[in-house]
T-cell receptor, first 114, second 114 residues
Framework: GNSVTQMEGPVTLSEEAFLTINCTYT??????LFWYVQYPGEGLQLLLK?????DKGSNKGFEATYRKETTSFHLEKGSVQVSDSAVYFC?????????????FGGGTRVLVKP | DAGVTQSPTHLIKTRGQQVTLRCSPK?????VSWYQQALGQGPQFIFQ???????QRGNFPDRFSGHQFPNYSSELNVNALLLGDSALYLC?????????????FGAGSRLTVL
């Protein structure tokens, strides 16, 4: 079956530091890959996505590249802010005819200190 | 434009009771999926509804059931509650069931079972 593995947190950083959250996946076929973010007390928000190999998703200074050869989709940001403190989830979906589901990783909590 | 709305936001039940959670999809969306997010974990897919039918189901017992109404809103019912059912229940909507379109998540209903 499909699965997503991401690095465990918490990840604690100082403001303006570089952030990397590792994500690897197992799936048959060609999944689409996503990063979702969950701020305290809120639901999930889509951060970025990539639908095919070598695609780069980007949003709000975050980037992730779909690497089929290493089955990875690592999230990076060059300079984090306190407002980036949240839980980040890597996820995949396989497109098929009748119904689909997102498969999520366990989440990585990021805490950015001023 | 309202996004996905869920009710209630918080509720407390005791073991053996039954609970109903409600979801209104984002305007223009016709597909609703439900996820269970236990504390400190990633969301797990429960099931998806499209055209008032359950289209796909995750690894959840029959105690979990759902319904979709003609206006695309949905309910999640859980019978014979167990302590382990305590979680954040997330509803997500999209405008088709293929998975090609991004899911929009609500803020969730937090269920505590005592």
């Amino acid at each position: 079956g499909n699965s997503v593995t991401q690095m465990e947190g918490p990840v604690t950083l100082s403001e303006e530091a570089f952030l990397t959250i590792n994500c690897t996946y197992t799936a048959t076929g060609y999944p689409s890959l996503f990063w979702y973010v969950q701020y305290p007390g809120e639901g999930l928000q889509l951060l970025l996505k990539a639908t095919k190999a070598d695609d780069k998703g980007s949003n709000k200074g975050f980037e992730a590249t779909y690497r089929k050869e290493t089955t990875s989709f690592h999230l990076e940001k060059g300079s984090v802010q306190v407002s980036d403190s949240a839980v980040y989830f890597c996820a995949l979906i396989r497109i098929k005819a009748a119904g689909n589901k997102l498969t999520f990783g366990g989440g990585t909590r990021v805490l950015v200190k001023p | 434009d309202a996004g996905v709305t869920q009710s209630p936001t918080h509720l407390i039940k005791t073991r053996g009771q039954q609970v109903t959670l409600r979801c209104s999809p984002k305007s223009g969306h016709d597909t609703v999926s439900w996820y269970q997010q236990a504390l400190g974990q990633g969301p797990q897919f429960i099931f998806q509804y499209y055209e008032e039918e359950e289209r796909q189901r995750g690894n959840f017992p029959d105690r979990f059931s759902g319904h979709q109404f003609p206006n695309y809103s949905s309910e999640l019912n859980v019978n014979a509650l167990l302590l382990g059912d305590s979680a954040l229940y997330l509803c997500a909507s999209s405008w088709d069931s293929s998975g090609a379109n991004v899911l929009t998540f609500g803020a969730g209903s937090r269920l505590t079972v005592l």
